[in-house]
């Protein structure tokens, strides 16, 4: 199995180093940015096991952020790390859809504790889908698990198993894939598409989906 990965948005740089390091000393993989709007776009193209925001960052306030994400479909459980202390402001962390609100000043072992307890609660509640015999996809997690080895998925491309998955064997046009995979406000990319398929097949094999000319793909793991 993969190292959980977390993601930290901290835009005080000597507080976000530390972070970083305390997490991988704790073995896990960690990507961070000190700006919202970059954060928005991480979260968009990758996958994460938890979520640490702060909230008076550059660009985007981790309030919105979460907003903008949930949105999205990312349901990554969340925790608050700041100095927002006041108690609308816990309010609005936990009405937003945070797993846990945590105040400035902290502790880094408490930090971990909460960590490791908010995963231990969705790891038991996560959904997968047997896709062989030696395939198992993890839709909560966004990871693929073959032969016990687990391959973490970006954003589109577990959407894009979800769809496969749920297909039955029969042929997905590209327009469904098209509707399905991309936001109304977002522009569908054939180039990206055929990227996400390249990735897929490089972890299920190559011919797990099939490309039918002119109509879309067919997914064959069984």
């Known amino acids: 199995m993969s190292k959980n990965k977390i993601f930290i948005l901290e835009d005080d740089p000597s507080l ?13 993989s960690v990507d961070s940015c000190y700006d919202g709007y970059e954060a928005e776009s991480k979260l968009y193209e990758n996958r994460y096991d938890i979520l640490i925001f702060d909230v008076n960052v550059p660009s985007l306030d981790g309030f919105s952020l979460l907003k903008s994400v949930r949105e999205f479909g990312v349901k990554t459980p969340v925790i608050f790390l700041t100095a927002r202390d006041g108690v609308d402001d816990v309010k609005s962390g936990f009405e937003f859809g945070a797993e846990d609100y945590i105040k400035k000043p902290f502790v880094l072992e408490e930090l971990i504790i909460r960590v490791e307890a908010i995963l231990n609660r969705y790891n038991k509640g ?72 390249k990735n897929l097949r490089k972890v299920l094999g190559r011919d797990s989906i099939e490309s039918i000319k002119k109509r879309g793909y067919r997914f064959l793991v069984k």
């Open 126 to 197: 996560s959904s997968t889908i047997e896709l062989s015999e030696n395939i198992i996809f993890n839709r909560d997690a966004g990871e693929i698990i073959v032969e016990g080895i687990s391959h973490k998925l970006s954003n589109k491309e577990s959407r894009l198993l979800e769809i496969f998955s749920s297909s039955n064997g029969n042929i997905v046009s590209h327009e469904d894939i098209f509707n399905q995979l991309w936001d109304y406000d977002e522009t569908p990319s054939d180039s990206s598409l055929r990227t996400y398929i």
């Open 16 to 28: 976000n180093e530390t972070l970083v390091d305390f997490f991988e000393e704790k073995n896990y």
